[in-house]
């Protein structure tokens, strides 16, 4: 029996459905064979198509979770950007760029599946605020002192370059003054449910050139970060990361001296780039990297990688997009070709549950006096943050029911320490087949020692299961499969189904 086909060819060498899967039932035996190759590496359409299998075999009971988390994160908030088309130009997000993108999350969290929490996190740099406040042509009024932290140019050094501990001379200036709250962008956090809208998390404060930096300029920059993200109230809020840190441009990862002030300082774990694979755990792309001093000249901090994107940090439109990504890329196409180029790769990671938050800059969040663009149901004004999200957010949810989750950067961290803890567990589980075999009565979870410092999620179909030998937590988000988070303290734990799963 055929139970999937694939469409017409649109080479015109296939012109009709053909056969894409069968299952052959013999006896009480079924096989299920697909007539393609498997590739979900890079393969949407197999990173989708996988779970079904999944699901079959084991009749919807697995150890595991499906849970899709879909998490940008704007760098660079309070600062400007140079811009790379039109030459010379610059831009500063505006509240009302702010209150347009509040006002599409609702939007777009009413059209996403059930149980769908989508939010951005943006990553501040509070010395954009004093620069602004400090500039007597900003029409914000000046406080005193009448100048914002400068820092001389810092001579790039190659990427992968590993600072020698204790080396280097300081950059921050040696006096500074807390300024006054005179920036509109700034003032327009005080207001709660402004800043709840989105998530936020520390970007350094002035984001200086790490890679050669001293402790103390590191220090400084988380010190006086968090003192200003205090001030401003958005330490104080819903969705705050107070252990974790955007890196400046991803980098300081190779400078013991700048990873021994983050942790001195709180900042436990940071993100990475996904297009350098120093920075990527070797050994699973669902685990975090951990530094070491042979890598990382320091040890402990924990680094979650995050994915780059075809949205430039220096452009506010697609038409400086473009131009950009033809001058990096050799390419000849047009916004639409990026954006499909988009979705293709970002669903990908998606459909495969990879929960990597995703890069953008706050150039990027331009709204207000942006063009009209059309995205599936979806037509107005939208910044290329909204276009990226509204492309890939749109394809998830038109072939699956999937509630779309947004992490807070601290959130994320754990939720990478948590899966690699589990997989060191090497859990497992039995089924117990009733009299007749034609159900599943019971499965019996087990990991290494019977033990494990997280919970183990076990999916079922429906309902809910009785638990002997631990406790269980239930977890449903939306239309999902139900979860059950097992804990095991030196025993297996039995989940008893009534009525059985059919088989």
């Known amino acids: ?271 990475g780039d996904n297009t350098r694979p120093i920075l990527r755990n070797p050994t699973s792309v669902y685990w975090p990297a951990i530094s070491t001093t042979v890598i990382n000249c320091y040890d402990g901090l924990v680094i979650s990688t995050r994915f780059a994107t075809f949205i430039y940090y220096s452009c506010d439109t697609f038409d400086c997009d473009v131009t950009e990504w033809h001058a990096l890329i050799g390419t000849s196409g047009t916004y639409q070709d990026m954006l499909t180029l988009s979705k293709n790769e970002n669903t990908n990671y998606l459909f495969n549950l990879q929960a990597n938050p995703y890069m953008f800059h706050q150039a990027n969040m331009r709204l207000i006096d942006a063009p009209t663009y059309t995205v599936g149901p979806k037509t107005g004004r939208m910044s290329l943050v909204q276009l990226w999200v509204e492309t890939v957010a749109q394809e998830l949810a038109r072939l699956t029911n999937w509630p779309i989750i947004s992490l807070t950067h601290d959130e994320n961290a754990q939720y990478f320490l948590d899966r690699m803890a589990l997989d060191n567990c090497h859990p497992g589980a039995t089924y117990t087949l009733t009299s007749d075999g034609k159900g599943i009565s019971q499965i019996v979870v087990t990991t290494n020692g019977n033990t494990c410092s997280v919970p183990v999620p076990v999916t079922i179909p429906s309902g809910s299961a009785s638990t002997s030998g631990g406790s269980v937590t239930a977890d449903q988000v939306g239309s999902e499969p139900p979860i059950q988070w097992v804990t095991l303290n030196g025993s297996p734990v039995t989940l008893t189904f009534n009525p059985p799963i059919a088989i």
């Open 1 to 271: 029996m055929a139970v999937a086909m694939y469409g017409p060819e649109s080479a015109g060498t296939f012109t009709t459905k053909t056969v894409a899967a069968v299952m052959n039932t013999v006896g009480t035996r079924q096989t299920w064979v697909w007539f393609t190759s498997w590739a979900s590496q890079w393969s949407p359409a197999c990173a989708f198509l996988q779970h079904a299998p999944i699901h079959w075999l084991t009749r919807g009971v697995f150890v595991g979770k499906r849970k899709t988390h879909l998490s940008p994160q704007i760098d660079d908030l309070e600062l400007a950007t140079d811009l790379y088309s039109p030459n010379g130009t610059t831009f500063r997000i505006r509240p009302a760029d702010l209150d347009g993108h509040v006002s599409w999350q609702v939007d777009l969290n009413s059209r996403l599946p059930a149980g769908s929490s989508f939010r951005l996190e943006l990553g501040h740099n509070g010395n954009g605020d004093i620069d602004v406040v400090t500039n007597p042509t900003s029409g914000a009024g000046v406080c005193f002192p009448d100048y914002p932290v400068y820092t001389n140019d810092v001579a790039d050094t190659a990427l992968e370059w590993v600072k020698p501990l204790g080396t280097g001379v300081d950059a921050w200036p040696v006096e500074f003054q807390t300024c006054a709250l005179l920036d509109p962008l700034t003032t327009w956090y005080q207001t709660s449910s402004n800043r709840d809208a989105f998530a936020h998390v520390s970007h350094t404060f002035t984001h200086l050139e790490l890679n050669n930096a001293t402790y103390h300029d590191a220090a400084r920059e988380i010190q006086f970060n968090e003192a200003w993200l205090t001030q401003t109230g958005i330490a104080s809020g819903a969705h705050f990361s107070p252990h974790g840190l955007i890196p400046p441009a991803i980098i300081g990862l190779h400078n013991g001296d700048v990873i021994q002030a983050w942790l001195n300082n709180g900042v436990t774990h940071v993100v």
